[in-house]
């Protein structure tokens, strides 16, 4: 019998979000089917941290649901080819073994969750309920039958458990990190303090004109910086390229296709009914409710009698998101709101005010402002659309396949002519390059890069994805790192002894009508030079100044001075600047009192997520933790 058998009989505890649970626990939902791809079972293991396995069929469910994810926050349309070029298959592997290692950290210090606190866990999670109870079990097993694709009872139980010990894991480990009171004030004062500038800038391209640098000057900065311009190892290949570009353009879609992929994904080209509406929100955690609902409903007899809503909402909304903005919550549609909220908002009209709607959050007190009715695009408006998807599809498709059949038989350097070639595949050589750089012919493609860097002399790549299409290469030619002779960078330590050689004549120039800047009218000084004192608006540190961009040496010296002090010269990447304070504004009492638990909250985190970073990755060291990389370069390039 599984906890959630016992919690049947007492439905009045269950207090549960589904909404939460997808999030927390995205990687085990997708039901293991009865094949895969590449050959490789769901049951076989991908990696194995202390004789535990990460298999297969846990990374394809983990793959399809982060797939899901992005597809539901950036539409159906989201690009699956760059999710993959930028690895997010390679991240997802990453975060299993590392939950696996956490799992076995936990299982050797003994830590582990107990069946009361998987149950206290999910009762603490708040929706579900209806008039402050619980919907009963046969509802709660539809709504995870529902899910998409459906939850099964003993994965979700699984998951909370191992999310619980991890959680525990990391309490142990870091709950002694504290922070001093006065060290929070001051990272507070710090990230919240903010400068108004007058900024005059010497760039160095102004003082590079005219400028020489002689070869032995040139000659004296190379010996004085040689390990600057040493040249990286590098590696050459040859490799048997299936261009997607190329079939594509090549590849038909039927009228009929198009039809049948818009009547099946009509909701793509739909949109719901919308409504825009602004709240007042009281909370009303740690208050007498009785208290905050008469004010709720003082609030809403206001609104209702004509006062200015936006006005109220800055006055009273304990709901910072929107407050400052009237309370606005701009467009939404049905279920993006919990569920009370959402029938109170969608059986309004606009500028309609209701009564105090109560939900988990507190008391609302809802304005409608606008509707939107439901809207469809015609077939005519995204055919264009969706043929251009459906070639990308097929192309990817066809290439896929095609990688596939020849996996197998490229085992030797030769087998790129006399087996890829003859399939469609273009096959070259390229020159050197570093890890970093792109490669002749496939451009950016750090997976092709990673593999040759990392290949045994004489073997074939198993099938690499690029943005050119799909990869196998063998390498070629290897070139260890060196310092090069003189001849060989002269060019660029040239270039960089103009650089520098600007930098101090901006600087001396700066110099120069410093005193005049500090003593006199800083614009008019600063006119009559022929430059001209940009203001900035109030900002805080990191931003970009003016023509400055970002830098720490301007930040330091504009937060160190008052009001209305001009600094000296500041030297930065691109010259050098001359800064005046116009107004300074710092965190008052108030405010520190009202965030100081925030920043806390932040600090505590930063600092002990570092620890527990640390120590995991000491941990890791000193377990069997083995990664079967053919199987990886199987699926990360197949999925």
């Keep these: 019998m599984t906890m959630l058998d016992r919690m049947r009989r007492h439905k009045n505890w269950l207090k549960w979000s589904l909404a939460l649970v997808v999030l927390a626990f995205i990687a085990l939902y997708i039901p293991a089917t009865n094949n895969s791809a590449n050959g490789a079972g769901l049951n076989d293991a991908l990696a194995t941290v202390e004789g535990s396995d990460v298999t297969v069929g846990q990374f394809r469910k983990a793959y399809a649901r982060q797939m899901e994810a992005y597809r539901s926050a950036y539409g159906a349309n989201m690009d699956e080819r760059l999710l993959r070029q930028l690895q997010i298959d390679q991240r997802i592997v990453q975060q299993l073994v590392e939950e696996e290692v956490s799992i076995a950290e936990a299982r050797r210090l003994g830590i582990s969750a107990t069946d009361e606190e998987v149950k206290g866990r999910i009762l603490a999670i708040p929706s579900f309920q209806e008039n402050g109870q619980f919907i009963g079990y046969g509802r709660y097993r539809q709504m995870l039958q529902m899910q998409n694709p459906p939850v099964r009872e003993s994965d979700f139980e699984e998951q909370v458990r191992r999310s619980i010990t991890v959680e525990k894991l990391q309490a142990a480990l870091t709950n002694w990190i504290s922070i001093p009171d006065a060290e929070i004030e001051a990272e507070f004062r710090k990230r919240n303090e903010k400068v108004k ?43 048997a390229l299936l261009d997607v570009q190329a079939i594509r353009e090549r590849t038909t879609v039927a009228p009929q296709q198009v039809q049948r992929y818009y009547e099946d994904n009509a909701q793509q080209y739909s949109t719901p009914e919308q409504v825009r509406a602004s709240h007042i929100l009281l909370k009303t955690e740690g208050k007498n409710e009785a208290d905050v609902k008469k004010l709720a409903e003082e609030i809403a007899a206001k609104a209702k009698g004509g006062a200015d809503f936006a006005a109220l909402a800055k006055q009273y909304s304990e709901d910072e998101s929107n407050n400052q903005k009237g309370g606005d919550l701009d467009f939404f549609s049905k279920g993006a709101m919990v569920p009370e909220f959402d029938q109170a908002a969608f059986a309004m009209q606009p500028g309609q005010v209701s009564d105090p709607v109560k939900t988990s959050f507190g008391y609302h007190v809802i304005k409608m402002v606008e509707k939107r009715a439901a809207t469809s695009k015609p077939l005519a408006e995204v055919r264009a659309q969706i043929e251009d998807q459906l070639k990308w599809q097929g192309a990817q498709d066809e290439a896929q396949r095609t990688a596939d059949e020849v996996t197998g038989q490229l085992k030797a350097p030769a087998d790129l002519d006399t087996v890829a070639r003859p399939r469609g595949f273009t096959v070259s050589e390229s020159g050197f390059f570093t890890r970093e750089e792109p490669i002749a012919g496939l451009g950016m493609a750090p997976a092709a890069a990673e593999q040759a860097f990392t290949l045994a002399d004489g073997a074939v790549s198993p099938v690499i994805r690029t943005p050119q299409g799909f990869v196998f290469l063998t390498v070629t030619g290897k070139q260890d790192p060196y310092v090069p002779k003189l001849e060989e960078v ?39 030079a022929g430059l001209e004192a940009k203001t900035t608006d109030l900002i805080g540190r990191g931003a970009p100044i003016a023509d400055a961009g970002v830098s720490p040496a301007i930040d330091a010296a504009a937060f160190g001075m008052e009001a209305g002090a001009v600094s000296n010269p500041i030297i930065t990447d691109n010259g050098a600047v001359i800064v005046k304070v116009i107004e300074k504004n710092a965190p008052t009492p108030a405010e520190i009192t009202a965030g100081k638990q925030q920043m806390k909250d932040e600090l505590v985190n930063e600092r002990r997520g570092r620890f527990y970073a640390s120590y995991m990755g000491k941990a890791r060291e000193r377990m069997k933790v083995q990664i079967n990389t053919q199987l990886l370069a199987q699926l990360t390039q197949g999925t």
């Design 197 to 239: 500038l007058a900024v005059v800038n010497f760039p160095a391209d102004k003082f590079r004109e005219g400028m020489q640098a002689s070869d032995d000057e040139v000659a004296a900065s190379f010996e004085k910086n040689k390990d600057t311009y040493r040249i990286p190892e590098k590696r050459k290949v040859k490799y």
């Design 490 to 528: 002269k060019p660029r330590v040239r270039d960089d002894v103009l650089k520098q050689k600007a930098i101090e004549a901006a600087q001396q120039k700066a110099s120069a009508l410093a005193a005049q800047l500090k003593s006199g009218n800083f614009e008019a000084v600063a006119k009559a």
